[in-house]
T-cell receptor, first 114, second 111 residues
Framework: GAGVSQSPSNKVTEKGKDVELRCDPI?????LYWYRQSLGQGLEFLIY????????KSGLPSDRFSAERTGGSVSTLTIQRTQQEDSAVYLC????????????FGQGTRLTVV | LAKTTQPISMDSYEGQEVNITCSHN???????ITWYQQFPSQGPRFIIQ???TKVTNEVASLFIPADRKSSTLSLPRVSLSDTAVYYC????????????FGDGTTLTVKP
């Protein structure tokens, strides 16, 4: 596609349920990033993929959070047993190979846990 | 990780030049400095990137002093549509991916 696509754009879920957030990066981009942005706050780094590998998972806030990437393309961020504090906009970005290449962001998924 | 510090907010008027300064005292030799712009309900958008001295593109200039402990984003002749949050970011040159966004500067351009 022309840009980074995220789905769903909005998700309302009940506390305790699991959710899956999807990110389709720009075709050919090897690097993929997940960030979280709470209302009125800056971006919080969650995880980074280079190809299908995630060299650094230390940004994930708890073991309820996990992410995977298959085929060097689509990535899924899964939140298990959601809590109200998980409510935020989850942003995905991708960038091409090479040093300091520009990251392109999707529009985000707005997650609301009620 | 190199942490960045920016002013929380700035006000300006249409047609003025706006300079937003970011401090990154712990920047490492291989780190680059990148600025992003974010409008409400959208993901951040790349503005400009530099390593040292001055970089200019069609929308902004980036000034980086010799010690690289700070950088200044310069927006010439702002318009109302430049009202947004501006983030200063320090990135590893190896594209390690663990980029740290600060809290950003909310720029409000008034008529």
């Amino acid at each position: 596609g022309a840009g980074v696509s995220q789905s769903p754009s909005n998700k309302v879920t009940e506390k305790g349920k699991d959710v899956e957030l999807r990110c389709d990066p720009i075709s050919g981009h090897t690097a993929l990033y997940w960030y979280r942005q709470s209302l009125g706050q800056g971006l919080e780094f969650l995880i980074y993929f280079q190809g299908n590998s995630a060299p650094d998972k230390s940004g994930l806030p708890s073991d309820r959070f996990s992410a995977e990437r298959t085929g060097g393309s689509v990535s899924t961020l899964t939140i298990q047993r959601t809590q109200q504090e998980d409510s935020a906009v989850y942003l995905c970005a991708s960038s091409g190979r090479g040093q300091n290449t520009e990251a392109f962001f999707g529009q985000g998924t707005r997650l609301t846990v009620v | 990780l190199a942490k960045t510090t920016q002013p929380i907010s700035m006000d300006s008027y249409e047609g003025q030049e706006v300079n937003i300064t970011c401090s990154h005292n712990n920047i490492a030799t291989n780190d680059y400095i990148t600025w992003y712009q974010q409008f409400p309900s959208q993901g951040p958008r790349f503005i400009i990137q530099g390593y040292k001295t001055k970089v200019t593109n069609e929308v902004a200039s980036l000034f980086i002093p010799a010690d690289r402990k700070s950088s200044t984003l310069s927006l010439p002749r702002v318009s109302l549509s430049d009202t947004a949050v501006y983030y200063c970011l320090v990135e590893f040159s190896t594209n390690a991916g663990k980029s740290t966004f600060g809290d950003g500067t909310t720029l409000t351009v008034k008529p």
